[in-house]
């Protein structure tokens, strides 16, 4: 019986019978047509006229979260749960290679970072896409170890591009500003001093966004943060996430 | 409809400035400069010789179930007893009141009695008037190898 399931997921992510979103597409190719040609049209074929409304495109929503980039015309919203890490993201390709994002990260509630980003697609083939992208945001953390300052990250994603699955590691490097006030307090007046501190935050995420339709994925995928290193130890976790996109041109 | 991609750059650009409204002061601290002014003191006929480690520390730190005595401040080296005046940045968030701890360090190794040692003396005072910029304290070392929270009751 787990061989069965097994063999019935390989299946799934890897090469399966057409599903309902392949189905349709298969309806509408001609009948001298391969079943592969149908189900797996070529990247750079424009979307079908009956398809592109209902944001149903060649390229799934699975591939676009997988590399963090959504193309000219697409958009897609997500989110995910997990421990440590939670986040929403929304993501509108606006041409030219680039695409703009908006995101929530959270570490158990007491860590938040709002971003907003730009993610350039580096390399685009069939199978492999390499994104790099830039988020910008303010640190928001509180608690005991209270810390608050502007942000930014870097990341750098490899998403390959399987038939229901699009497998991708995600490396980031997220630096913060924090900065800190002293007053002090003389007989010959007060005077206010600044100072500041980066902290430091790597992060690797491996994981699998797996295409339910056109327009649905599922995010599947394990973290390992290491917040203010090398100052902390890092934390591995892991998240579930949802994706949904389409057009918005 | 065809819309601008720079529209949406614009408006997730427009989303920046709000971000800084939650601050961005990590640790704020208050510090209150104190010069304190007195004399290190021992028994007539006692020991003069060998540096002294005085001590500033807060009389009560933390509250409720957590407040405790004695937070250390700060710790400098006087060349020997005798008058002294220094000047110190006191932490206002972190403590109330002031006291002032002293003993002679005789064998000069930077610890209070370490084996073999027992004749260096320590002495206490709370230091009155704080906060104010001016303050005196004068502390007499009359306790061999006493800590200072053996000779504070708060």
């Known amino acids: 019986m787990s061989v069965a399931v097994i063999l019935s997921l390989g ?63 697409r958009w897609q919203v997500g989110a995910s749960a997990g421990y440590p890490w939670w986040g929403a993201r929304a993501q509108l390709g606006v041409g030219h290679g680039l695409s703009t994002a908006v995101e929530l990260q959270s570490a158990l509630a007491r860590r938040w970072r709002p971003a907003i980003g730009l993610t350039s697609l580096w390399l685009d083939r069939p199978r492999v896409r390499i994104s790099g992208e830039l988020l910008l945001g303010w640190l928001f953390q509180v608690g005991e170890l209270a810390r608050r300052g502007p942000n930014a990250e870097l990341r750098l994603r490899l998403a390959l591009r399987l038939r229901r699955a699009a497998p991708y590691l995600m490396l980031g490097s997220q630096h913060t500003l924090l ?62 996430g949802l994706v949904y996109g389409g057009f918005w041109r | 409809m065809k819309r601008s991609p720079r529209a949406a750059l614009a408006l997730a650009l427009a989303l920046l400035p709000a971000l800084p409204l939650g601050g961005c002061v990590n640790d704020d601290v208050h510090l209150y400069e104190v010069t304190l002014r007195g004399e290190i003191q021992v028994p007539r006929g006692g020991p003069y010789s060998g540096h002294v480690h005085l001590e500033l520390r807060h009389a009560r730190s933390g509250e409720g179930g957590l407040a405790y005595p004695l937070r250390r401040i700060t710790t400098i080296e006087l060349d020997g007893v005798g008058p002294f005046e220094e000047t110190f940045l006191v932490p206002t968030d972190e403590g109330e009141g002031l006291v002032a701890y002293a003993w002679l360090d005789r064998d000069g190794d930077g610890l209070l009695c370490a084996p073999g040692t027992s004749d260096e003396l320590a002495g206490l005072r709370e230091v009155d008037g704080f906060p104010a910029h001016a303050l005196e304290v004068t502390i007499l070392l009359e306790h061999p190898c006493a800590g200072a929270e053996i000779l504070y009751a708060p």
Do not use: N
Request: glycine share 10%; hydrophobic share 45%.
């Open chain 1, 179 to 240: 900065a800190s006030r002293t007053t002090i307090e003389a007989a010959s007046g007060t005077t206010v001093r600044w100072s500041a501190r980066g902290e430091w935050t790597g992060w690797a995420t491996l994981g699998v966004v797996a295409a339910v339709s056109r327009k649905w994925g599922i995010d599947l995928a394990a973290d390992l943060t290491w917040v203010d290193a090398p100052a902390t130890a890092a934390i591995p976790g892991a998240h579930i």
């Open chain 1, 11 to 73: 299946t799934f992510f890897l090469g399966a019978p057409a599903g309902p979103a392949d189905a349709a597409a298969s309806a509408s190719a001609p009948a001298t047509s391969t079943p592969e040609v149908a189900e797996v049209p070529d990247e750079e074929a424009p979307p079908s006229p009956h398809t592109r409304g209902l944001g149903v495109d060649v390229e799934s929503v699975a591939h676009q979260a997988a590399a963090g980039f959504s193309g000219d015309g």
